[in-house]
Structures are given as structure tokens and as C-alpha cells.
């Protein structure tokens, strides 16, 4: 690997600065940890411990090798997201971007990804189980569970592909349905807001000494702010547990479902800033049809005093329909998978203090894409419009077959220091079945003329892929309230089947390698007094990078590096007072040069577009009565450029949200919601394509009120 190996000699100076950076940055650790520790011996305090499934079964977050961002239970109440984003970008080195209506673009500990090489680099996952299968992923997925009700969610910095595989690179978002033994037994939440939002949620629970059955559902009506923008949206979570002796047996169904209708993009430098522009919608005819059930199975049985078997079986399905409308021509997409799949552990202690995780993972999927374009394409340059025929461009199915093996082992030794190191083997299979005439000609077979149509169907073909992802990882304990810890990480992800069967131009098969990404952490976390705090600095070299070149080719050469650092407070002096702040100084840049799509060049150094250096938030959190607390949030996020070759810059935005929150008696709840409080105008999503700037338009200020009743 390139200057990043591990066992190599680390040299300072040069591209290597960052190591000299991570070296300060644990001095730094060092040096608060340890006049925290001073403060805490002194004051008898313990770190309270937060439970988490960041390993795939729980534990104590300072027993956490890594970096992990914990969003509790009644944070999800509190803010009431009517996006994923405004409840997951309140983790340190995450940035998701609101597109319209549900669909998003993701950023962890790297740029917002966006085109080829941009699916599958985060996974997505429930209770623990990832949402899509391995190769079939699709950027907007997170709006296929349900974050608005979740018992808690979970967001992973840095590679976990050692328990997770493939997809797990940059990180992982982990949304954990609430447990039907922690649900009232009834419950019900009305919600408005302006441009005719109405939200409804309901749950119930019913529970016993050997069985928990309980659920929740949610309806949305929005009738959307932009033009032309409204959606309609349900989500369902059901649960039930059984006990039986020392057995635990559980059952979850989820499904969501959504009609959208999308707004596009707004042209032209700053056009965010006026309202008339920012409300209007050049797309009208645009949607967004989806719908998606999961069933998920947990089996767990201590096999011995020493041995738990965990057998998690799923099945998944999913559908999506809807209009391209960011292309030349506008063709509609039509996607679809079905797969099951089973994930398997035992959790051994051996030796007394030696803990040892290890299993086997297997997937079997079949997924299918449908590329059709109405109508002659006339939206576009007379040269652009004659390589994009009417009808259709692909229909192809895939099968595919993934089984990987896994161990992990926790080694305490010298009292307060943990080795911790792990290994995953994963093969991928893909067999792809072209339905249609092979080549980059219309459907019918009539060429474009010239170099072809656009689009290129490969012929049938299969493709594997063999990966090894490796974990080590040291931590010491200070005491029981500070903890340092250092970690060397491989991730990795094999190609999607887009990248490899949605083909352009002459390219008739794309012979790409699977991704890979090696990260160093350093990092401490720990309570001093009223004062919680995490540190973390990382520097991550990609390999294997997945974009498309200036010949309209599908290319695995690309690299990248990624470094930065960081940090979570929360600071709570008195009862009715706490301030929590979170945020990250982070660049990624380029390490190569090409020539790509769109006629623009990379150069190595420069920065990668959409990837702003400075993310940062604030909560002050202030119980003003016995009944009632109020919380301000402040979201800051600095200036990125938004093209690769760094000639056009969106100069960022700060925003301000204010949620008050009224018990008024034991039963009823009611919760005021003010976002964008000095109605600031700003762009969610910014990017230069095309020859112009385009943006996703912020929302001005926007009330929202809810009331809940829950029984007991």
C-alpha cells in the first residue's frame, strides 16, 4: 500500500505530516486524559457505561475500540426528524445531504460520494443486519427504515469490515428499532407543520414474563415546500421476544413504503438565495416510487458457561421507481431485489479473561435493473440527444452468492491493556444475465451512428471477488473512567453490479478491482467531573477508487486520502443545564491525476469535491421548568468545492433549531419544533455540472408542533 503499510517505518515530513499530526493528537490524549484521571480519582466518579451493538452484540462503549457516536431513545423524540439527516448529522465526521423529499448523500469520514464508487461505501444497517444485499445498494436507501422511531441509533466512523464485510469502508449507520419490552403500552403522536405536513405516529406493547410482543407505525402527509414536491409515507416496525429457559427467540417485520413526487435541481450561482427560485421545481414530472419489507430472525443459547450461539436469519425485498431527471433525456429506473441470508457468531471466553468471536456469514440475492427513456431526447446539446435513443437502455438481472468467515479475539493483559485482533474472508459471486441485445445500439438493434449510443450493455458474464479484512486494535484503561486506544483497520467493498453491468460508450466490460481502504486511529474517551468527552484522529489511505474516466469508462485506479480529527463533548454543571458539542476537521483529497467525465481534470492534492473541512454542532440544553426543557441547536458547515478540478466553491452555511418540550402531565406531551430559526437561506446540497452551479435548496424557518399521549 502506499506509504500507509502496516509493520512499515513511519517517516515524518512530506505527504506523511499526518502521522506527525495523530502523534501530537495522542500526546494531546494523553496529557487531558490524564488530568482527567487527577480530577476523577479525586471527585470518585465512574464513566457511566452506554450499552452498544457497534461489535454485533452489546457491550460497554469504553470497551469500544473505536470510533462510535451513540443517538438515544428520547433524542429521536426530541427532534422529530422529518429527514434521516437532521438526527444522523449529529455525529462527529458524519455530513448527510438532503437531496428532495427522502433522498440523501452521505458522507463518513469522507467526502459526500456521489456516481460510480459512491454505493456501497457506507452500510446501512438494522438492529445489526444490513438493509440490501451486497452489490444492489442505492445511495438514497436510509429512507428505507425507520429512523423517526428508533430505539437508538448507532453511527460507526472508520472500516468495520472484520464483523460487517463488505461496504463497511468509510463507516456504518446501525438504526436499532425499539425493543417491544421498552414500549408503553400505548402510544400516539399527532404532528403539523406548514405546507399541509401532517405526521402520525402509534405504537403498542404487550408483555409477560416469557414474551414481548409490541410495534410501531408512522404516516406521513407532506404536501412539500417546494412545487410540486409532496409525499406520502408509512413505516411499520414489529417486534415480538420469547424467552425460554436461558434461550432467547425474536421476530421483527419492518416495511416501508413511499410516493414522491421530486423536485431537481435550481441552476445558476447563489439561486438558493431567492425564495421564488428556491420554492420552484424545473421538474415537475419527477418521482420516486418505493417499497421495501424486511423480515429478520434472532435465535440466542448459551451453549456452555462459556459458549453463546447468535443465528440471525433474514429475508429482504425491495422495489424503485422513478425519473431520472438529472439526465439528458430523463429515463425512468426501475430496481428491485430479493435475498435472504443468515449471520452467525459464538461468543467464546476462553482462559478466563480471553474473549473470541467467530462465525460464519452467507447471502444469496437476485436483483434486476430497467433503464427506459420514453420519448427522443431533446433536453440536451443535438450531439448529446443523438446517442440517447428512446426506449430502453438496460434490463439485466443478477444472482449473487456471498459467504465469508470471521474471528475476532480480545486479549486483557498487564491489568488495564487490551489487544484486540481480527480477520474476514468474504468471496462475492456475481452471474449477470443481459435481457437484451448486447452493445451500446438502441434496443431494437439500429445504432446511433458515429461511436454509438451511449449506453453499453455487456454480454452475459460472471464475476468473484475474494477479499481479507484485518483488524488491531490496543487499548488501556487509565481507570474506570479514561480510555486510550489505537486501531489499524482494513476495509473494503467488492464492486456494485451498476458499476460493473451499467456500462457507456465502447466499454463492453468493466474489469474493476473491489476497493480498499486502510485507516490508523488513535483516540481517548472518558468523563472528568460533569465533562464527557471522545477524541479521535485518523488518517486513511483508499486504493481501488471506482469513478469514471474522460473516455466514459467504469475504472478501478483511482486513490484518495483521507485525515483529520475528531471530538465530542457533553457538559452537564448542574441538573437543569447540560451543552454537548461535536464536530470535525477533516481533508480528503486526491492522490492521483486523470483527465474524467465532464471534461474536468483530478490532480493529486487537491481536494475532493463536497467535502467540506470544517463540520461542526452545538446543543445547549436548558430545563427552564420542572415539566419543561428547551434545547437550541447550532449546525455549522464550512465552504467545499463542488467540482473535482476546485474552480467553483459553495462558501457553506451556519443554521440555528430550537425544540422546546412540555410535560404537561404524566400522560400528555407536547413538543415544539422551530427549524431554521433565523430563516438563513442556504443550499442542502451544492454541485457545478453541466457548465453551471445546481443546488437542493435548505427550507426557510419551519414550526413544526406535536402532541403525544403514552400510557404506562
Known sequence: MRGLRFGSTVHFGGRNSSYL???????????????????????????????????????????????????????VTVVGSTHHSEIMNRA??????????????????????????????????????????????????????????????????????????????????????????????????????????????????????????????????????????????????????????DAVLGLNLAATNLNQETAGFIQGFNAYRNEAIAKSNPNPEAYRDAYAVRLTGRYEQPLSERVHLSVRPYA?????????????????????????????????????????????????????????????????????????????????????????????????????????????????????????????TADDGTPCGGAGCLYNRPADRSDDFNNVTSKLGLSYELNDDHTLYMTATRGYRAPDTNELYRLQRQQSAANLDSERLDSIELGARGRVGPLDYSLAGFKMEKDNVIFRDSNGFNVSDGRTDHEGVEYEFAWAPIDTLSLALAGTYAKHTYDFNRAVEQGETIVAGRDIDTAPRHINSARLNWSFLPSATAELEWISVGSYFVDASNDHEYGGHDLLNLRVSWQATQNWRTILRLNNVIDRAYADRADFAFGNYRYFPGRGRTLFVEVRYETE
Not at 496529557?31 to 482527567?36: D, K, L, R
Not at 449471520?343 to 436483483?367: K, M, P, R, Y
Not at 439485466?396 to 480480545?410: F, K
Open 92 to 245: 462527529p465526521g458524519a455530513m448527510i445531504q438532503r437531496n428532495n423529499g427522502q433522498e440523501s448523500l452521505t458522507a463518513i469520514r469522507s467526502p459526500v460520494l456521489s456516481g460510480p464508487g459512491s454505493c456501497g461505501v457506507f452500510l446501512f444497517l438494522e438492529d445489526s443486519i444490513p438493509i440490501r444485499p451486497t452489490g444492489f445498494c442505492n445511495v438514497n436507501e436510509l429512507f428505507e427504515v425507520n429512523s423517526e422511531q428508533a430505539g437508538s441509533i448507532e453511527i460507526l466512523r472508520g472500516p468495520a469490515g472484520v464483523l460487517y464485510g463488505s461496504g463497511a469502508m468509510h463507516g456504518a449507520i446501525n438504526v436499532i428499532p425499539a425493543q417491544p419490552g421498552d414500549l408503553p403500552p400505548a402510544s400516539l403522536a399527532l404532528e403539523a407543520g406548514a405546507d399541509d405536513y401532517y405526521r402520525a405516529k402509534f405504537g403498542l406493547s404487550r408483555n409477560s414474563d416469557a414474551t414481548d410482543i409490541g410495534g410501531v407505525v408512522m404516516a406521513v402527509h407532506d404536501g412539500g415546500w417546494r412545487d410540486s414536491s409532496g409525499i406520502e409515507e408509512q413505516k411499520l416496525n414489529i417486534g415480538m421476544t420469547h424467552r425460554r429457559g
Open 316 to 440: 429482504r425485498y425491495s422495489r424503485m421507481d422513478f425519473l431520472q431527471h438529472f439526465l439528458i433525456g430523463k429515463p425512468s429506473e426501475e430496481n428491485g431485489q430479493e435475498s435472504m441470508g443468515v449471520l452467525t457468531s459464538f461468543d467464546i471466553t476462553a482462559f478466563d479473561n480471553t474473549h473470541i468471536l467467530a462465525g460464519v456469514d452467507v447471502e444469496f440475492a437476485q436483483g434486476f435493473l430497467k433503464e427506459t427513456q420514453p420519448g427522443p431526447a431533446t433536453d440536451g446539446a443535438p450531439a448529446a440527444n443523438a446517442i440517447r435513443p428512446a426506449g430502453k437502455h438496460y434490463d439485466y438481472q443478477v444472482d449473487s452468492r456471498v459467504a465469508a468467515v470471521y474471528g475476532q479475539i480480545e486479549q486483557p493483559f498487564a491489568q488495564r491493556w487490551k489487544a484486540i485482533a481480527g480477520v474476514r474472508f468474504e468471496y462475492v459471486e456475481y452471474d449477470y444475465d443481459n435481457r437484451m441485445l448486447a452493445g451500446n
Open 21 to 75: 499530526a495523530l502523534g501530537y493528537l495522542a500526546l494531546g490524549c494523553v496529557a487531558v486524559t490524564c488530568t482527567s484521571v487527577q480530577a476523577a480519582e479525586r471527585s470518585g466518579r465512574k464513566v457511566e457505561e452506554v450499552v452498544v451493538t457497534g461489535s454485533r452484540q452489546a457491550e460497554a462503549l469504553r470497551d469500544f475500540t473505536g470510533s462510535i457516536s451513540l443517538v438515544k431513545h428520547d433524542d
